[in-house]
């Protein structure tokens, strides 16, 4: 059974920065896509960046330039490096896999908050 724990979210003020981690355990195929996505209150959830198996990345607009995500195979780890947060980047932050284009797992989540 695959199993994704998240950790690294909290309370930081208006361009402090924040590093989460997302460590998967179980049955991880090598072809396979890890993300973050995040549920702000009052919107969808949206995706905010995602490395697949061969290194390509895909981020969201908004958070372009100041976020940076990045994996250890090894560790079936993946990371999310936050710079300059927003208080519009508050919300709960999701750890995603995807195996084989069909299997799909969620992490519990982490909150992220931005507030002075």
């Known amino acids: 059974q695959v199993q994704l724990v998240e950790s690294g979210g909290g309370l930081v003020q208006p361009g402090g920065s924040l590093r989460l981690s997302c460590a998967a355990s179980g049955t991880i195929f090598t072809n396979n896509a890890m993300g973050w996505y995040r549920q702000i209150p009052g919107k969808q959830r949206e995706l905010v960046a995602r490395?697949?198996?061969?290194?390509?990345?895909n981020y969201a607009d908004s958070v372009k330039g100041r976020f940076t995500i990045s994996r250890d195979k090894a560790k079936k780890t993946v990371y999310l490096q936050m710079n300059s947060l927003k208080p519009e980047d508050t919300g709960v932050y999701y750890c995603h896999l995807l195996q084989l284009r069909a299997l799909e797992y969620w992490g519990q989540g982490t909150q992220v908050t931005v507030s002075s």
């Open positions: 490395i697949d198996s061969d290194g390509s990345l």
